[in-house]
């Protein structure tokens, strides 16, 4: 059956640093999604992606954060410089197509730890 | 703003007993519920997605309803088993043109052999 992938699994860096975090959608879907859950704390969103260009974010989504979608099969979210608020498990979903029918499937999770 | 909540937070039952979950979110205005399952350190993977138009829907042992009007869903597990033990996750789109999903904070269930 078909899955979302992301990797790393998990990343360790210093505060201030970028990370690149990496998602290989299901190969038919066309809205992408990434989400993080802190520890203990809700699933929340942050960002859908749809034809090349981010359709909605969050409040939480502001100008450190970035995602791209390199070639036709990886989809990236960037954080610029790292703060310790960013540690958290960051989760990227697909869906084929966008309200009532259709579900998004979600990768294993990155877990990323800002020390 | 959409505010989900899930009722019980946690919860720990003897294997074989049926049991309910509940979902309850702010504005009846959704395009659609899902019930996720997060086993811990794990993705969600997705158990049941309910259209906005529809009351239940039902997968092997779990039936899933949904109230809009009165904004609750709830998540029936029948014939509990010990693999049925992680976290119930209950999220939802919201009208309105917004692609993201809205989630409780979860239920922990523990079913005890």
């Known amino acids: 059956e078909p899955e979302v992938t992301q990797t790393p699994s998990h990343q360790v860096t210093q505060m201030g640093q970028e990370v690149i975090l990496r998602c290989v959608p299901i190969s038919n879907h066309l809205y992408f999604y990434w989400y993080r859950q802190i520890l203990g704390q809700k699933v929340e969103f942050l960002v859908s992606f749809y034809n090349n260009e981010i359709s909605e974010k969050s409040e939480i989504f502001d100008d450190q954060f970035s995602v791209e979608r390199p070639d036709g099969s990886n989809f990236t979210l960037k954080i610029r410089s790292t703060k310790l608020e960013d540690s958290a498990m960051y989760f990227c979903?697909?869906?084929?197509?966008?309200?009532?029918?259709?579900?998004?499937?979600f990768g294993p999770g990155t877990r990323l730890t800002v020390l | 703003k959409q505010e989900v909540t899930q009722i019980p937070a946690a919860l720990s039952v003897p294997e074989g007993e049926n049991l309910v979950l509940n979902c309850s979110f702010t504005?009846?205005?959704?395009?659609?519920l899902q019930w996720f399952r997060q086993d811990p350190g794990k993705g969600l993977t997705s158990l049941l997605l309910i259209q906005s138009s529809q009351r239940e829907q039902t997968s092997g042992r779990l039936n899933a309803s949904l109230d809009k009007s009165s904004g609750r869903s709830t998540l029936y597990i029948a014939a509990s088993q010990p693999g049925d033990s992680a976290t119930y996750l209950c999220a939802v789109t919201s009208g309105g043109g917004a692609d993201g999903l809205t989630f409780g904070k979860g239920t922990h269930l523990i079913i005890q052999p």
């Open positions: 979903a697909s869906s084929e197509g966008r309200g009532t029918l259709y579900t998004q499937y």
């Open positions: 504005d009846s205005a959704i395009y659609n």
